[in-house]
């Protein structure tokens, strides 16, 4: 099974940026769809961005379109999402996911693996 590990959670101001990632422990992800999800206080879990390096796609949620960027480090077997602008709205638990196949999709039902999640704090 594909173990994903997320870290570099925290908190931060308004206007700040933070990058999280999200490494493989057991697996190669070249051939994994991959996938930012979070959960603010109160709300259910929502797709932040999804992205499918064999099909060259990605897709971003409305919200986060031009402050959030995901990346992919292969040598490092690890995946990024770089946080700009931060506002009070992105605050909630970030997790990665990834599934086997090439989907592009913000629903978290079509990802297989699931991180532990880290918490990420917007607040001055």
């Known amino acids: 099974q594909l173990q994903l590990v997320e870290s570099g959670g925290g908190l931060v101001q308004p206007g700040g940026s933070l990058r999280l990632s999200c490494v493989s422990l057991?697996?190669?992800?070249?051939?994994?769809?991959l996938a930012w999800f979070r959960q603010g206080p109160g709300n259910e879990r929502e797709g932040v961005v999804c992205?499918?390096?064999?099909?060259?796609?990605?897709y971003y949620r409305d919200s986060v379109k031009g402050r959030f960027t995901i990346s992919r480090d292969s040598a490092k077997n690890t995946v990024y999402l770089q946080m700009n602008s931060l506002k009070a709205e992105d605050t909630g638990v970030y997790y990665c996911?990834?599934?086997?196949?090439?989907?592009?999709?913000?629903?978290?039902?079509?990802?297989?693996?699931w991180g532990q999640g880290t918490q990420v704090t917007v607040a001055s």
């Open positions: 996911a990834a599934d086997s196949l090439p989907t592009l999709s913000l629903n978290p039902d079509a990802f297989q693996f």
């Open positions: 057991a697996d190669n992800l070249d051939a994994y769809a």
């Open positions: 992205s499918s390096s064999t099909t060259g796609s990605t």
